[in-house]
């Protein structure tokens, strides 16, 4: 797509001619072991995004959520997070096959700072761990083993800048629910009626009875 008066960046030294060099503290601040305040938050953390690629450099990044410390941590340089069944697609997993490098953000609700994790991940479909991931009597079927090879904290300027945990600026009804996203995109042959339903009450309640 040509775009009138669009001025590309195609070097990194054209990059840093507009953004300098970061600060010594931001430059130096990544690690290659967890700290015990990376432990406390990760044992806080309800929710992460898992970003991978694959060989080809097709992206994908993932949502992860269960009950606050869901990641297990072994010691200062590997974590495990627990797969939960969904859509099948395994987008991301598929990706660490071929490439296992992958990129982690974890939440706090509330807090705009947020902890990153870049390392190396496997797919693990049994170990003695999984007894400890069990939530409302579901034991995942497949875990992800990640080997850090850098951690560190980031700030909260995106946040600030979104008011992403300011309820004033939420507006959950700004664009059409997720039963007519589905009619519209996905299950056009599907009654809406059906999809309402689906999506209703009874979907939180089944999200720990699925299994692949």
């Known amino acids: 797509?040509?775009?009138?008066?669009?001025?590309?960046?195609?070097?990194?030294?054209?990059?840093?001619?507009?953004?300098?060099?970061?600060?010594?503290?931001?430059?130096?601040?990544?690690?290659?072991?967890?700290?015990?305040?990376?432990?406390?938050?990760?044992?806080?953390?309800?929710?992460?995004?898992?970003?991978?690629?694959?060989?080809?450099?097709?992206?994908?990044?993932?949502?992860?959520?269960?009950?606050?410390?869901?990641?297990?941590?072994?010691?200062?340089?590997?974590?495990?997070?627990?797969?939960?069944?969904?859509?099948?697609?395994?987008?991301?997993?598929?990706?660490i096959l071929s490439n296992p490098h992958v990129g982690l953000i974890y939440f706090l609700p509330g807090r705009g700072d947020t902890l990153r994790i870049n390392g190396r991940a496997r797919i693990v479909r049994e170990a003695p761990f999984f007894d400890e991931m069990v939530v409302k009597g579901n034991r995942p079927q497949l875990a992800l083993l990640v080997e850090i090879d850098e951690i560190f904290h980031h700030c909260s300027k995106a946040f600030l800048r979104s008011k992403l945990w300011n309820p004033e600026t939420w507006d959950p009804e700004a664009v059409p629910s997720r039963p007519r996203i589905s009619k519209a995109l996905e299950r056009q042959d599907a009654d809406l009626a059906e999809l309402e339903q689906y999506y209703g009450k009874a979907y939180e309640e089944k999200i720990y009875q699925v299994k692949y």
């Open 1 to 95: 797509m040509e775009i009138p008066g669009l001025v590309e960046i195609t070097t990194y030294d054209e990059l840093r001619e507009v953004v300098p060099e970061p600060l010594a503290a931001a430059a130096g601040k990544t690690r290659k072991e967890l700290h015990d305040l990376d432990r406390q938050w990760l044992a806080a953390s309800p929710f992460c995004l898992i970003a991978t690629s694959a060989a080809d450099g097709s992206c994908d990044v993932s949502p992860k959520g269960d009950p606050a410390g869901f990641t297990k941590v072994f010691d200062g340089s590997t974590i495990a997070i627990p797969e939960r069944a969904g859509n099948r697609r395994v987008d991301g997993f598929g990706n």
